[in-house]
């Protein structure tokens, strides 16, 4: 027995929204504190309607962090930015059925990196600069997640 679903290997194997956008309107990252793997999410925003009409990952992380990415990317392209920002990881497990607990951090990595995109892009950045800095500051906040 396999401890990821189908439809998670499925996504992992043939992910849909793996790759870069290259002018994004905004760009979020997030890091992983248990593996040290990091997630990035580029975002393509309707500017009047504040609807996400595009958007992308790109990760080195596990199987649990690029399909739970890919159903994020699925759920939300559509979506306003203020329902994309209310997407928890239970619609996510919803998407893909079921995700090992121990997996838990990888699963949220892609929501994570979601909001910090959206922050971005309301901060008026549309890239993720001092990448390092950012990830350091991620891991405090990470642990309270535990
Ligand atoms: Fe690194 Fe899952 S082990 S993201």
Same mark, same amino acid.
């Given at each position: ?65 690029? #399909?739970?990415? =890919? !159903?994020?990317?699925?759920?939300? %392209? &559509? ?6 920002? *209310? ?25 994570? #990196?979601?909001? =910090? !995109?959206?922050?971005?892009?309301? %901060? &008026? ?6 990448? *390092? ?14």
């Amino acid at each position: 027995m396999h401890m990821y679903s189908k439809k998670t290997l499925n996504r992992f194997k043939n992910p849909k929204f793996a790759g870069e956008i290259k002018k994004a309107d905004a760009v979020g990252e997030e890091g992983n504190i248990k593996c040290g793997d990091v997630m990035r999410i580029f975002l393509k925003v309707d500017k009047d309607k504040g609807i996400i009409t595009d958007v992308k990952f790109q990760t080195y992380g596990c199987v649990a962090a690029i #399909a739970a990415s =890919d !159903a994020m990317c699925e759920i939300v %392209k &559509g979506k306003t930015l203020e329902q994309a920002e *209310k997407l928890t990881w239970n619609d996510i497990v919803k998407e893909l059925g079921h995700v090992p607990p121990i997996k838990y951090h990888c699963s949220i990595l892609g929501t994570d #990196a979601l909001r =910090d !995109a959206i922050e971005n892009y309301r %901060k &008026g950045h549309d890239t993720a600069k001092g990448t *390092k800095n950012k990830i350091i500051a991620n891991k405090s906040k990470s642990k309270k997640i535990k």
